[in-house]
């Protein structure tokens, strides 16, 4: 590794190794869902606030249903998968189903400015942090 | 296919490929569907975060191969905290009889991460229905 020199392609490498490295993170250990639910999740930290990202192909704005609490988000809807009547199925690697998911996040949000995107299957949820809980610089007198 | 039931999570498979890459990253591949009917072969392909821009559909000796790259400079500025799956560029292929399907006319479309692929079938690949006497 040359020192010094960005290399643009490192770059993907690089995050790919810090989500796999945090796999096996206890982070978010008071959440009420299990590890191994539908939708998988990524919690990133932007500055102060949380960005929650998760992947959902195949899922439309109106399958989607999502609500807000004090720390606490929940993730719910369906995934359809459907063919005609008349197809013969030779590979099905798809799954379709319900889902229903809670994010707990161990610090407090404001509900009212958290936002969401749904984009090309992938959803992500801004999550701003309360302004009460942001830490404050103290002086030393 | 949908039931009431709670769905369950997929790992990622990781592509095993026979070539190495010159870019030290993990490609991962889509889960497909492939069913057939009488007009066409259908294949779906889950390529979440790819969109029309940074799809590669491929044709090339009878070998159909779908690259979807992911634009991954969003996560520039985000720290992972706590990860369930790993995110990369997708590639899958396909080796296509040239007796059924009929390259030239294959179309796609792709919406929230979803790649349908339709392959017309070559007229003598249709169906033709035995009639018992």
């Known amino acids: ?21 945090r796999r096996t993170s206890d982070w978010l250990e008071q959440t009420t869902s299990g590890t191994g639910a539908y939708p998988p999740i990524n ?48 590979r099905r690697e798809r799954v379709a189903g319900n889902f229903n998911r809670t994010i707990t996040v161990p610090v407090k949000i404001d509900p009212d400015r958290i936002k969401a995107e749904l984009r090309d299957g992938i959803l992500a949820i801004f999550i701003p942090r309360a302004e009460s809980d942001k830490p404050r610089a103290i002086k030393i007198g | 296919m949908a039931t009431g039931q709670e769905m369950q999570v997929q790992e990622k498979r990781e592509l095993q490929g026979k070539d190495e890459a010159t870019i030290p990253a993990r490609t991962f591949v889509p889960t497909t569907d492939i069913y057939e009917t009488e007009q066409a072969l259908t294949v779906v392909m889950e390529m979440p975060g790819v969109d029309k821009a940074n799809l590669n559909i491929h044709v090339e000796n009878d070998v159909l191969s779908v690259e979807g790259r992911i634009d991954f400079s969003k996560y520039e500025k985000l720290q992972p905290v706590y990860t369930e799956y790993n995110i990369g560029h997708y590639r899958r292929g396909f080796s296509l ?33 035995i009639t018992i006497a």
């Open chain 1, 1 to 21: 590794m040359i020192a010094g020199l960005a290399d643009p392609f490192d770059a993907l490498f690089r995050l790919q190794r810090e989500l796999e490295g």
């Open chain 1, 43 to 90: 919690v990133f930290q932007q500055g102060h606030d949380f960005v929650a990202i998760m992947e959902l192909p195949g899922v439309a704005k109106g399958d989607l249903e999502m609500q807000a609490k004090e720390s606490t988000i929940s993730i719910s809807g369906t995934k359809a998968v459907a063919y005609g009547d008349k197809a013969s199925i030779h």
């Open chain 2, 97 to 129: 009889s040239p007796a059924t399907v009929d390259q030239e006319k294959i179309s796609a479309a792709m919406e929230d991460g979803v790649l349908t692929l339709t392959l017309p079938k070559a007229e003598r690949a249709k169906p033709r229905r």
